[in-house]
């Protein structure tokens, strides 16, 4: 398996510029330098894992959801349950906590319907 550096990168700048961080700042705060937070961001550069991991940490996101869809291989959605978690959980980390509790209520709705 790959990772879509392309994509990947599009993510961090995504999440980076969603909190008011310059490449600069994102950098100073991941101890890495700007120069290479933005090979990332531009997919010039592939990360480690303890790159990702401390990027992820610095935007205050999980390391699942900067990588979700970025790993090039049909095995990912193979197993559409695992497939699912993962889709709805990276949507509700960008939501509000008002809009992640209306989707909840939404879920239980769902589920009490369902158990009728």
């Known amino acids: 398996m790959e990772i ?4 990947l990168g599009q993510r ?6 969603k909190r008011g961080l ?4 994102l950098a100073e705060k991941c101890n890495r330098s700007e120069s290479f937070i933005g090979n990332i961001e531009r997919g010039d550069d592939t990360p480690s894992l303890a790159t990702l991991l401390s990027i992820a ?3 205050s996101i999980s390391l699942e959801y ?5 790993l090039n ?17 990276g949507e509700l980390q960008k939501m509000t906590m008002e809009e992640q509790k209306t989707i909840y209520n939404i879920i239980n709705s769902v589920k009490n319907y369902h158990a009728e």
């Open 4 to 7: 879509n550096k392309m994509l």
């Open 12 to 17: 961090i700048r995504e999440q980076r510029i």
């Open 22 to 25: 310059t490449i600069e700042k």
């Open 57 to 59: 940490d610095c935007l």
């Open 66 to 70: 900067l990588l979700q869809d970025t």
């Open 73 to 89: 291989s049909s095995e990912i959605k193979t197993d559409s349950s695992n497939y699912y978690q993962r889709e709805i959980s």
